[in-house]
């Protein structure tokens, strides 16, 4: 399913069109000329590249709020190309990708080199800024230059920003330039050398413990922050029962917030630790089926905005040292529609709404306007059979890593095609 280049022509039949933007779905043929969405009842010219939809959701292509694609600096793990090819295997056609590089993303011409280095990859990268210069966690990096360059937002993601004045900084300083906070949440004294979640499980293993407490104090360090400062926090990758209440409490007093969630933290929990697989050693960590259900249940009422992949590529070397000394993270974007949907559609939910949580409502956290799924405009679509029970294997995964504990699961509802006006990447 590698991406290639889009035909000139490209039929899509007989799904139906959902439009996120405006909520409604129509039955009907989906005409792509030069990259763009021809007009109703255009006749098909001869020679068309045919998608056969039928059960099929049409709709707009999937947007990333968080990945780390490594380049600079790690292109052992993951490179922009081979990140976007993930990307366009997954169904995201925008993804934004976290400053935690080596050089730290944290100068404008940094921002402007992942810019200029992505360009014609056929996916759309947004580059976010570190928070702090080096990602030192000291003082403030050059944020207005960099929102200037092209950042959307800013964070030192992969390390939380401990110092409370920093941070309350940084709210203020980017509340100005109307963008978001994303601050990894994380007590580092807490969690310690916690390599999974704390509780029975880990006490039982014998493996070192991350408590909830450590993320649910600083997610309300945080909180509070965000309400004295008036600044735009997101709160990436929540995992706890607890932090999920702290959002759900201060939403409720008109806190301007918002908040992502993972798939593998809906999906997933920590008994996929019982097999010291280092492939399902993330941070933060996979937690209890507690936690697991209040998190999808906070997706599903609106107290959490978006699901995020947190899509984090190590080599298969790094991934084979001992659960203590793996580094923590997992490849995602390739699996998230399946895992994700497979969780929320056994929580009741409607691939729609799983799509909005995919597309209208990450593109809303970072201020990003969908494509209108109109003619003329270019075609920014995805195509997903929310009905086929599917295993998801190593031939599915396009990165350049391999570190992820899904190969081998049953999954729910899979991506059939991604189309941009630059590339098109399909299984029929
Ligand atoms: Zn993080």
């Given at each position: 399913m590698a991406t290639r280049p889009l035909p000139e022509v490209v039929l899509i039949r007989g799904g139906t069109l959902y439009d996120p933007s405006t909520g409604h779905s129509r039955q009907r043929d989906v005409l792509i000329v030069d990259g763009m969405l021809a007009a109703d009842g255009e006749s098909v010219p001869s020679g068309a590249h045919v998608i056969e939809a039928a059960g099929c959701v049409v709709t707009h292509g999937f947007i990333d709020l968080h990945a780390h694609f490594r380049e600079p600096g790690g292109e052992d793990k993951e490179t922009l190309a081979t990140g976007a090819e993930a990307a366009m295997a997954g169904g995201f056609t925008r993804v934004c990708v976290m400053a935690n590089t080596d050089p730290p993303v944290d100068s404008p011409e940094a921002i402007a080199a992942i810019r200029e280095k992505s360009a014609q990859l056929p996916v759309i990268i947004y580059p976010i800024g570190a928070i702090t210069a080096k990602m030192a966690g000291l003082e403030l990096a050059e944020l207005r230059g960099m929102r200037s360059a092209g950042a959307v937002a800013f964070s030192d993601d992969g390390k939380p920003v401990t110092d409370g004045q920093v941070l309350r900084n940084a709210l203020l300083y980017a509340a100005d330039l109307g963008l978001p906070i994303i601050n990894h949440a994380e007590d580092a004294a807490l969690r310690g050398a916690g390599v999974m979640n704390e509780g029975a499980l880990s006490t039982r293993l014998g493996l070192p413990g991350n408590p909830g407490m450590a993320e649910e104090s600083m997610v309300y360090r945080d909180l509070l922050l965000a309400q004295n400062t008036g600044g735009r926090l997101h709160v990436p990758h929540v995992s706890t029962a607890g932090a999920v209440d702290q959002i759900r409490a201060f939403k409720a007093a008109g806190v301007a917030i918002t908040a992502e969630a993972t798939p593998h933290h809906i999906?997933?929990?920590?008994?996929?630790l019982r097999g010291f697989?280092?492939?399902?050693?993330?941070a933060p960590p996979l937690r209890t089926d507690r936690d697991r259900e209040a998190v999808l249940a906070g997706l599903l009422d609106g107290v959490i905005d978006c699901i995020a992949t947190d899509h984090a590529p190590h080599t298969v070397e790094d991934k084979e040292l001992d659960m203590v000394n793996a580094p923590f993270g997992m490849i995602a974007l390739e699996s998230a529609f399946g895992l994700a949907h497979q969780a929320l559609a056994g929580a009741g939910a409607t691939v729609e709404q799983v799509i909005d949580m995919l597309t209208a409502r990450p593109a809303k956290v970072m201020g990003l306007e969908l494509t209108p799924l109109k003619p003329g405009a270019a075609a920014e679509l995805v195509v997903v059979d929310p009905h086929e029970e599917w295993t998801f294997g190593i031939g599915d995964i396009h990165s350049k890593?391999?570190?992820?504990?899904?190969?081998g699961m049953r999954l729910r509802g899979r991506v059939r095609a991604t189309i941009t006006s630059k590339g098109l990447s399909d299984i029929n």
């Open positions: 999906a997933l929990t920590e008994e996929l697989d280092t492939a399902a050693k993330v890593s391999r570190n992820t504990p899904v190969p």
